[in-house]
């Protein structure tokens, strides 16, 4: 580790804070992110200096997460439904995402039906952008079990895709090749 | 998945923007104030809206102990075989030195269950279980040879407990023996087996397995120093009578079988 809490404070709120906004919204994300950077602050002292600390600073924040998974289910879920997504404030709307954009009801569809700890690592996989090794350390998994959780849950949402998502994507990607 | 679907998981809410500077600067108030050690009691929560207020709703005690037992459960549950290690190169989180609370990392001695398990006796662990806690009674381990007990559980909010796992450790022994009520699995042998699939070592060998123990209860084994660290706690989970068991350690699964059967034996029950 080597850093002063203020420069892993500096340095981790930021992805922290949007990896909890991603999941749970902007105002969640402010308490939780607190509350993440207050159980650090407190534990600062304890921590082995030689490991990482980005890692066990997720694995707070996804402790703390897991308490509002219905919440995030539900959220995932009326997105899923409405086409709009209660977290995200605004939609990007330009046309060379049109594409993607498309995907995303289907994508958080087959978020919200993902088992949760399956749901965690993926997301810690995508969106907190941790290794295998790092997810590991944050929920105390072996890498092998990372592993096997992560092919699961991107084989959850292929097949989830293939069913719904992929359809409105083919339909646009072949309505933009269309003169 | 293909890496064109993982790009557009990658892109989902993509766009929503990073705390500005004034949440920040509340964040890190909050953080470093010491109000943590206070929120128990306290009704206090962030609000990026004006005016400041710092106003917990939730009870935090509650909330965190529920997150540190569904880590204990989901692990058990779900494939999560949480091969612990007592090797200081696995200790990624240093123990308190208060000893009287975990923190997130890979299980040890020192530390069994994940953050903010509390530490008790055999009796209170064993009330809050609900059951009787039967120990190892073998040549390698004996119930004096139990040393710290920890507990971790949820609650509803009527206050009744909701599942609860308990740790009992045997220092000397090097073994840490886990309860989890109500199992977070039916314990079945083809459970076992799906979570045996896909835990497989760096080369690629299998490093769990469903294995049977008396009276035909079936157990998911893992086998020590398999995993990609290299020095796991071997590991025997089963059922019995509605409970999780986990014995770990870092010794030869003949050991740790008998360790299993000897629980399972005085408890007289099947799964």
């Known amino acids: 580790m080597g850093c002063s809490f203020e420069q892993v404070f500096e340095a981790q709120v930021e992805p922290l804070h949007g990896y909890v906004a991603r999941r749970l919204g902007s105002s969640a994300a402010d308490d939780l992110t607190a509350e993440t950077f207050a159980i650090a602050y407190r534990r600062w002292d304890d921590l082995d200096p030689s490991r990482p600390v980005r890692p066990w600073l997720f694995g707070i924040a996804s402790n703390l997460i897991r308490h509002h998974w219905r919440k995030e289910r539900r959220m995932l879920r009326a997105y899923a439904r409405t086409g709009l997504d209660p977290v995200s404030p605004e939609e990007d709307t330009s046309l060379d995402r049109l594409d993607s954009q498309a995907a995303r009801p289907a994508l958080a569809a087959a978020l919200a039906e993902l088992r949760r700890e399956e749901r965690e690592v993926l997301l810690l996989h995508a969106w907190a952008q941790l290794s295998d090794a790092e997810i590991g350390q944050s929920l105390s998994l072996p890498v092998g079990t990372v592993k096997s959780r992560l092919s699961r849950a991107r084989d959850h949402m292929r097949n989830h895709l293939a069913a719904i998502g992929q359809v409105e994507v083919e ?4 309505a933009k090749e269309q003169p | 998945m293909t890496n064109d679907d993982l790009q557009l998981l990658r892109d989902l809410r993509a766009e929503i923007p990073a705390p500005d500077e004034e949440t920040r600067r509340r964040i890190y108030a909050y953080a470093t104030s010491g109000q943590a050690n206070r929120w128990q009691g306290s009704s206090q929560r962030l609000r990026r809206a004006a005016p400041f207020r710092l106003r917990f709703a939730v009870p935090a005690v509650a909330a965190i102990c529920a997150a540190a037992v569904a880590a204990v459960v989901l692990t058990g549950a779900l494939g999560g ?6 090797h200081p190169a696995n ?3 240093s123990p308190l030195s208060n000893g009287t609370e975990s923190v997130s990392g890979p299980p040890t001695l020192a530390n069994p269950l994940p953050a903010f398990a509390e530490q008790t006796t ?5 009330a809050e279980l609900g059951i009787p806690l039967v120990l190892p009674n073998t040549t390698l381990v004996q119930p004096a040879d139990a040393g710290s007990v920890w507990v ?6 009527a206050g009744n407990s909701v599942v609860t796992t308990v740790a009992v450790t045997f220092p000397s022994r ?9 199992a977070p699995s039916d314990g079945s042998a083809a459970h076992f087996q799906a979570m045996a699939q896909g835990m497989a070592s760096p080369g690629g060998a299998q490093i769990a397995q469903v294995i049977s123990l008396s009276g035909g209860v079936p157990a998911f084994a893992v086998q020590q120093n398999s995993d990609e660290t290299g020095h796991n706690f071997g590991e025997i989970i089963f059922n019995v009578g509605g409970s999780e068991v986990r014995v770990m350690g870092h010794t030869d699964r003949a050991k740790l079988e008998s360790l299993a059967r000897s629980i399972l034996s005085q408890s007289g029950g099947s799964r």
């Not at chain 2, 055999?122 to 064993?126: F, G, I, K």
């Not at chain 2, 090097?174 to 009520?181: A, D, K, L, Q, S």
């Open chain 2, 152 to 157: 971790a559980s949820l609650h509803d909010k």
């Open chain 2, 91 to 93: 200790n990624v989180w």
């Open chain 2, 81 to 86: 075989s949480s091969i612990p290690s007592t």
């Open chain 1, 171 to 174: 339909t646009l990607n072949t």
């Open chain 2, 174 to 182: 090097g073994v840490i023996v886990e309860y989890t009520r109500p």
């Open chain 2, 122 to 126: 055999l009796a209170d662990a064993s």
